[in-house]
């Protein structure tokens, strides 16, 4: 009887354990994504030099940002504003 219920006890701060260490996944808005870090015109290509990884997670992740550098601005990018997937020419 004593054995099932350490079996039983143990199972259960299993399941607590497990149930926090699954539920702890980060936030997507804490996450960066690429934003103009000056005015981008239309048709200039995305450099380092234009191109700064802030939050929140909007647009293109931080992580692509070396798939972005050397495409060209498909239209106008204000400074500062998130860089979307349709301001972009070609697929990353």
Known sequence: KELLELKNSTFK????????LVNNTPNKSFRRS????KFIKK???INKTN??????FVGICASNYF???GKIAKKN????SPIKK???NKKL
Request: hydrophobic share 50%; no cysteine; charged share 25%.
């Open 34 to 37: 690429l934003y103009a870090k």
């Open 13 to 20: 701060i299993f399941n607590i354990l497990n149930a926090k």
């Open 43 to 45: 048709g200039e290509k």
């Open 67 to 69: 798939r972005v550098l």
């Open 77 to 80: 990018i204000l400074q500062y």
């Open 86 to 88: 349709t301001d972009i």
């Open 51 to 56: 191109l700064v990884a802030l939050r929140p």
